[in-house]
């Protein structure tokens, strides 16, 4: 039976208002989950709730071993890169989230180069390693968020409407990675996807957010 | 005209009255002095500023010059070299102390328990002028650039404390929701994320104070802390204004240069001029050297 890494029960999400409320869902390991909805209904609150980044206003949410130093990578709706910064340097953002800090800096950051131009690589980003992230294109801006991940290592990847602006071609291969990554480090997804027949294609399961209520949609494709 | 340019105009209009409205009331109605002014100030200049004493860019007889260039050993010289390392070092060290301050002081950052106590030391620090840092600075450390140091360190940190974290309350959240997820501690946010991320403002502040302390650094002078302002002191209460001038103008040649200086470094940073900086240490460095100074890119290695 698969390992269950997150679970919300009987949540309630908003800030004022309540957005979402009686959220009950189980997260397993090998899960990519898709949630969508008209805009401004609280998927991107409930992915902050999960991020551990907002509290809910009420119910309960239990975080199974990935609440720590590395445990969750959240790729924001604009990607939360820092746009002065090179590609290496967001890229080694999420090495450094995904290992223990040492007092040796200069072997710490050495070790972490290794990962950083391993995932870099892997995105076809190269040739752009030292190019600051306002100078690139929309979709290698996703591609950097994407070898951030990749070099974090999370167990749970938080994405929200990230490939929105993408072509099918770039959507495939980027989510081959996505899905390549959680088979072969145990890890699972949620992602926030406003294109329904686009959330079919890509997950494993689709939840829906109707009445202030998360509900599921269909099934999507089989794992 | 459409309007809002209409009602633009208006407000200006209104503005420009309500300051004419508010001067007649502060000189009383008395706008004499304002004809005679003109007047007073042409005399002034030609009989007393212009032309300027060059003898002050002149090697002093005492101590004796040891350079075959006589400029390095006058007053102007002497003086303004003071008042550069002065403003150089306040600068550094009231960069250093602001950076620290406004991380705890940024809302976007820290919880309130940590910000609103910040934020009124670093309101404490601002409020004294330099002048009065520096009078209070004279009287613990006695007369010369130490005290000259310590009052722009402070006036420093309290002045670009609180630029910089309005500056850092402005940045977007997306940035810090991604690191915080990631279980970032708050020094790693702070210098691998918001540090870079408002680089070019921050830069450009620092550059600016830096030329704002060189300025300053001339008055404190008239307080004893050391710096070309002693000779604009002395020579102020002599009644030597034409000595007064030559210091001026060299005091106006040098904020050029920093201006100058400060363009060059900040255009680096534009998107015009970019550094391919792979981290935010490398700022001040050309982009050949940037690269150079971290290891090669995997492009080269492949080919």
Known sequence: ?223 | MNRGNSRLILLISFLLFFCIVVLNDLVQGDWGNLSEGWGNLIHFWNDSLWPPDWSMLEAQSYPECQVSIGFFCSKAYLGMLETIKMAFVATIFGFIGAISLSTLAAKNLVPSFVYFPVRIILAITRSLPSIIWAILFVVVFGLGPLAGVLAMTFYTIGYLGKLQYEELEGMHREPLDAARAMGLTHSEIVTNVVIPESSNTLLSQLLFMFEYNVRHGTVLGLVGAGGIGYYLNYYMQLFLYQKVMAFLVVIFIVVIIIDLFSMFIRSFVTDEGDINKPSWVSIFLSPKQARKFHEKPIVEESE
């Not at chain 1, 070790?111 to 690139?136: C, F, N, T």
């Open chain 1, 1 to 223: 039976m698969p390992e269950s890494i997150l679970s919300l029960k009987n949540l309630t999400i908003g800030y004022e208002d309540e957005l979402i409320h009686s959220i009950d869902l189980q997260v397993e390991i090998g899960d990519i989950i898709a949630i969508v909805g008209p805009s401004g209904l609280g998927k991107t609150t409930l992915l902050r709730v999960i991020a551990g980044l907002i509290t809910p206003l009420n119910g309960e949410i239990t975080w199974r071993k990935i609440r720590k130093r590395g445990g969750i990578g959240y790729i924001p709706q604009r990607l939360g890169l820092v746009r002065h910064a090179s590609v290496f340097h967001n890229v080694d953002l999420g090495a450094r989230a995904g290992t223990t800090p040492s007092w040796n800096i200069f072997r710490w950051s050495k070790e972490r180069s290794i990962d950083v131009k391993e995932a870099i690589d892997e995105m076809g980003l190269s040739e752009k390693m030292y190019q600051p992230i306002r100078k690139l294109s929309g979709g290698q801006q996703r591609r950097v968020a994407t070898a951030r991940t990749l070099a974090q290592k999370p167990k749970l990847i938080l994405a929200d409407e990230f490939l929105s602006e993408l072509d099918q071609d770039n959507v495939n291969n980027i989510m081959n990675v996505f899905k390549s990554y959680i088979e072969n480090n145990d890890a699972a997804m949620i992602l926030v996807e406003h294109d329904i027949e686009r959330a079919k294609k890509i997950s494993t399961k689709i939840l829906e957010i109707k009445d202030s209520q998360l509900r599921i949609f269909s099934s999507g494709v089989e794992k």
